[in-house]
C-alpha cells in the first residue's frame, strides 16, 4: 500500500508549493521514501489521478461545521453542500463567513466542528490565521473531481482513499515550541532545535501516535527545512501510517457526523 502525507496551500507557487512524502509501513515502522515539492493545481490534479492503491492524508479541512451550514440554510447533506460551497467565488465565500461572525458575540465568532475540540484544529471556517477556509474552497473540490473517496463522507474509487489530517495535533504531542516559519528570517536555531527534538522522537516511535519513522536520505532534508512543510508532510504520511494499521476498524475513525467530517487520530 502507498502511503501519502501531503501538506497543502490554497496558493501553490515555486516558493510555497504542495508538498508530500511518500512511503510504505513495514511492521510498525513508516519508511519515508520520497518527498515531492507541486508548485500548481495543475500538477496536484495528476497526482492525484496516479493509479492506486493508495491512502492519503491531507492536511485540509474536508468540510464546515454543521452550525454554519445550518444557519446559512445550505444543504444538510456533504455532496449537495460542498457543490453549493465551492461555486462560491472567494470573495463570496469571505463575506458570508463575514456575515455570520458579525453577528456573533466577541469570543464565539467562528463555528466550529466536533472534531475541532479533541484535534485543537481551528475552525474550518477561518480565512485568516490560518486561511483553511481557503484551504477546503481550493482542496476538497480538486479531491471530487479526481474521483477520490473521502472516507465516511464521499464515495469514489475505492483503491485511492483521503482522510483528513492535522500535523499541527501531531507536532504538540512531542514539542510546545515553535519548530517552522515561512519568513526565512524567523527560521531560528531554536526552531530547527525544536525540529531535531521532535525527529528524534519520531524516529524512536516514542510520542503518542506510536508509529516509528524510517527517514532514509531525508533527514538531513528534514532538519533544514525552516518553513517545515517537509516536516507537516510526514506527520501526515505518519497519521496515514497509523490509519492503515487501523484499516479494518474504519482507520481508527470515530462514528463521526458525515456533514462535518472528522479528523484521523483525533
Avoid at 42 to 57: D, H, I, K, M, T
Avoid at 205 to 218: E, F, N, Q, R
Wanted: overall charge negative; some cysteine.
Amino acid at each position: 500500500m502507498q502511503l501519502h502525507g501531503i501538506d497543502f496551500t490554497s496558493a501553490p507557487t515555486a516558493r510555497k508549493a504542495i508538498t508530500i512524502a511518500s512511503g510504505s509501513m513495514s511492521e510498525d515502522r513508516f519508511r519515508l521514501l520520497s518527498l515531492t515539492s507541486l508548485h500548481d493545481f495543475l500538477s496536484f490534479e495528476a497526482w492525484l489521478q496516479r493509479p492506486g492503491p493508495w491512502l492519503g492524508v491531507f492536511d485540509l479541512p474536508f468540510s464546515l461545521p454543521r452550525e454554519l451550514i445550518e444557519t446559512l440554510g445550505w444543504p444538510l447533506t456533504w455532496a449537495p453542500m460542498m457543490a453549493q460551497f465551492a461555486a462560491l467565488s472567494r470573495a463570496d465565500m469571505r463575506a458570508t463567513f463575514k456575515d455570520f461572525c458579525d453577528a456573533r458575540p466577541i469570543g464565539g465568532k467562528f463555528a466550529h466542528r466536533a472534531t475541532d475540540f479533541p484535534a485543537g484544529s481551528s475552525s474550518s471556517m477561518k480565512w485568516v490565521n490560518p486561511p483553511v477556509a481557503y484551504m477546503l474552497h481550493a482542496g476538497v473540490p480538486r479531491l471530487i473531481d479526481a474521483g477520490v473517496t473521502l472516507f465516511g463522507m464521499h464515495p469514489g474509487d475505492p483503491e485511492r482513499i483521503a482522510l483528513e489530517g492535522y500535523p499541527g495535533m501531531v507536532a504538540r504531542s512531542i514539542v510546545k515550541a515553535s519548530y517552522k516559519n515561512d519568513d526565512p528570517r524567523q527560521q531560528t536555531a531554536a526552531r530547527r532545535a525544536a525540529r531535531i527534538k521532535m525527529l528524534d522522537a519520531l524516529q524512536s516511535g516514542d510520542y503518542p501516535l506510536g508509529v516509528a519513522l524510517d527517514t532514509g536520505s531525508h533527514l538531513d532534508a528534514l532538519v533544514e527545512d525552516g518553513s517545515g512543510d517537509l516536516l507537516d508532510a510526514v506527520l501526515c504520511a505518519l497519521l496515514a501510517g497509523w490509519a492503515w494499521q487501523r484499516r479494518d476498524t474504519r482507520y481508527g475513525l470515530p462514528d463521526f457526523d458525515p456533514l462535518e467530517g472528522w479528523i484521523v487520530g483525533a
